[in-house]
């Protein structure tokens, strides 16, 4: 993408848990299986209370998380049982948002989202999210006036330039709760159990999987308003236009950033000073008209 590099996190990748016993695994396989199925049959979508934060609940917070655990390590990823720091729970709860759009109907697969984040799905499974989904939902959203869904999609892009700094930041010191962890465990190993490394790397392991996702997620975000922003300047022209692209170069910034890995860099401001950023759509004259699209 225009706005940056693609980004590539180093994980600690582990052989993985020893694989349960040929005469047991199918069986509870199966059951594992029959119960994700069970559970998605109800709501697989975390649900959501006040200002789109995501509601406590014993399916969404314990059972599906239980299931996935187990899952996950019979694909033999990394998985591990140390308690989440407040860090960590901090940066799950502020990346939460951009994996999903509840306001959206769905745009974001809320569903399939979930299911990863609780890892009954693998991890990636969101790379086979196409750009246009954004875009069609707004053409199927019965708008009074076509300028409502510039408005639309310039609300979406403000929220997230909105909650882009803290998100970075809670990122930011998770990454620094991985240094700190791998700090301690090198000067204390000799007296420590090898369990505790291995829980270590894996815990390590799963918070790079989760700001890759995040990564990604940002990225997609952008695309989508992005093609958003070129298709309605095609069905629908507005001048209204010009503010959505404005905050779409600044929402750029962050999405550079990310892709890069620089959360702990960079300034507050949204879009300063954070690397490159993609050039208007319109061009202007010297007397300062806008004279047309690009």
Known sequence: MNAGR???????ILPGP???GDKSRAAR?????????????CSVARPVGDFGRAEPGVVHDAMMPAVGRVIAANRREPVSD???TDQENQMHDRVWRFLVAPHAQDWLFDGSAELQRTRISPPRADTRYTVERY????????YQSS??????????????????????????AVIEIDRQRATAYQGLAIDLPPALGENMQARKYENDAFIAWFVRALSYRYSSYSYALDSLLVETPHEQSMAVDESLRRLSGYVARANRGDFCGGTDRAGAG??????????NRPDGEVVGQK
């Open 6 to 12: 693609r980004h590539h996190t180093a994980v600690s």
């Open 18 to 20: 020893r694989p349960i």
């Open 29 to 41: 396989l199966c059951g594992l299986l029959l119960l994700a199925g069970l559970l998605a049959a």
């Open 82 to 84: 140390f308690n989440r």
């Open 135 to 142: 875009y069609n939902w707004l053409r199927r959203t019965p």
């Open 147 to 172: 300028r409502t869904r510039y408005a639309t999609v310039g609300a979406h892009i403000a929220a997230d330039l909105g909650t882009a700094p803290t998100t970075f930041a809670a990122i930011c």
């Open 274 to 283: 954070s690397g490159i950023v993609i050039p208007s759509r319109f061009q």
